[in-house]
């Protein structure tokens, strides 16, 4: 009776307990983050690496993989095989960390095929986005997760709604999710293999507040060391960790932790010692421990500093109007726009703060929203009316999408990084016609100088000494 009794409960959604774990070992991270290392004995030897990330930090900037070149194609498997447009090529998630010069990244979103050398051209399995570009569309077999530029996770079973895309900044797929609004997903007597697992979740706050993404890496395929773990029991260690949602992403071969120590980045200069490296132990090829898998698409995180970038606190300096949830929604856009450009001097970069703060901008007045003034409710903003179209072409996005998007200070940040690359805007910079480049009147070239001169000497001050 008491074996039928516990099966009900199992068929109502009431799950096993996961073991506790015989050692838990805070670990060095980045500020904003806290990572520790998990040690179970039960139900079988694992490894797992836990990862929270602070949704409320505005110094936190995220990524995900690059597109892949236009051009490149994929071959698939078929009767005949055939070719297909690539959405990205093969990375290792330590050589995605050093080339995008972050201090976290973790594999994330299933590809196809699996491959030996990175550089190959491949298919992502649902949905890949970046900087609000669409590069591979979500698809009904696959589950996804977004992040809006004010740091909103969700996540979707099947297609998110057009304007969760609309809105996000970047997403990846993943094979389905394993914790639903706080229960565990019954797999109904599903095969239930043990693999390594990457998993991505939700933690809220007793209010039910978001307070941070949970990144998930465990070890498996290494018998007596960590051994994997099947959906089910991964979603019990979810509600362990207390994890409102819980999303399966690609397993396998392709569980990778990059991280970067700060604490030795601070007592040595050695790039050995200071730059990325892998915490976990793969087993990317031929379930090989230590190996690495050239994966499709991998997620990152680096820390905005005053030698990085322009962090919130003198965002907040130059235009000391903007609320916490505008510098949330502004400072890590306009620090991957700083990147992407190579913007790496004062001088750079208060240029592009000050085209950001012309009248609508998105650190600028707001421009009138009156059909008579301003037709179709498009900003006069400079950079606008001569890069919209190629950006929307370029993006794929229709012109209800566009407006959308550049209702948005984020969206604003990404046309005006398009329009300084396709204007060679740094070269007029260099030659001191920036204003003239920008077509702007005698009135707003003396205004953009003046911001500019209060950009520099903002970015050209020296950050306090610690102690």
Request: proline content about 9%; overall charge positive; some cysteine.
């Amino acid at each position: 009776m008491l074996c039928i009794f516990l099966a009900c409960l199992h068929s109502m959604g009431q799950q096993s307990v996961f073991p506790n774990p015989i050692k838990v070992e805070p670990l060095p991270s980045v500020q904003g983050t806290t990572l520790e290392f998990r040690l179970y004995e039960q139900p079988r030897p694992l490894k797992v690496w836990c990862l929270r990330v602070d949704l409320n930090d505005p110094d936190l900037a995220h990524t995900v993989s690059k597109p892949a070149p236009k051009g490149a194609k994929v071959k698939v498997a078929g009767n005949p095989p055939k070719e297909i447009p690539a959405e990205t090529l093969s990375q290792t998630t330590l050589d995605f960390a050093r080339t995008e010069k972050l201090d976290i990244a973790i594999n994330a979103s299933p590809f196809y095929p699996v491959v030996k050398f990175p550089g190959q051209p491949l298919d992502i399995n649902g949905l890949h986005l970046r900087d609000h570009q669409q590069v591979s569309p979500p698809l009904n077999g696959y589950a996804c997760w977004t992040l809006s530029p004010d740091h909103r996770l969700r996540f979707f079973q099947g297609r998110p709604p057009y304007v969760a895309l609309n809105r996000a900044l970047i997403g990846t797929g993943g094979f389905g999710m394993v914790i639903v609004d706080g229960r565990v997903v019954d797999r109904q007597g599903k095969e239930d293999p043990l693999h390594p697992r990457t998993a991505l979740g939700l933690e809220q706050n007793a209010a039910g507040e978001d307070k941070a993404m949970v990144w998930l890496v465990i070890d498996g395929r290494q018998p007596k060391v960590s051994e994997g773990v099947g959906l089910v029991e991964l979603g019990n260690l979810g509600q362990q960790l207390g994890l409102k949602q819980l999303l399966n992403l690609d397993g396998g071969g392709s569980s990778t932790l990059v991280v970067v120590d700060p604490s030795s980045k601070e007592e040595s200069k050695e790039p050995a010692k200071t730059g990325p490296h892998v915490k976990n132990t793969p087993v990317g090829l031929g379930n090989i421990p230590g190996t690495l898998r050239p994966n499709g698409n991998n997620w990152g995180l680096w820390r905005i500093t005053t030698q990085s970038g322009i962090t919130s606190q003198q965002l907040k300096q130059f235009s000391q109007s903007l609320t916490v949830g505008q510098l949330l929604r502004l400072t890590g856009p306009l620090n991957n726009a700083l990147r992407h450009l190579q913007l790496q001097d004062p001088d750079s970069r208060s240029a592009f703060l000050a085209l950001l703060a012309l009248p609508g901008g998105p650190l600028g007045e707001k421009n009138s929203q009156d059909k008579s003034e301003n037709p179709g409710g498009i900003s006069s903003w400079p950079p606008i009316a001569t890069t919209q179209p190629a950006l929307a072409a370029e993006l794929g996005y229709s012109p209800r999408e566009m407006t959308a998007l550049l209702a948005e200070p984020d969206g604003k940040i990404l046309l005006a990084r398009w329009w300084w690359q396709s204007s060679s805007a740094t070269q007029s910079l260099q030659q001191n016609k920036l204003p003239a480049l920008l077509n702007l009147s005698t009135e707003l070239a003396d205004q953009f100088r003046l911001n500019q001169k209060k950009a520099r000497e903002i970015l050209s001050q020296k950050p306090a000494s610690r102690g």
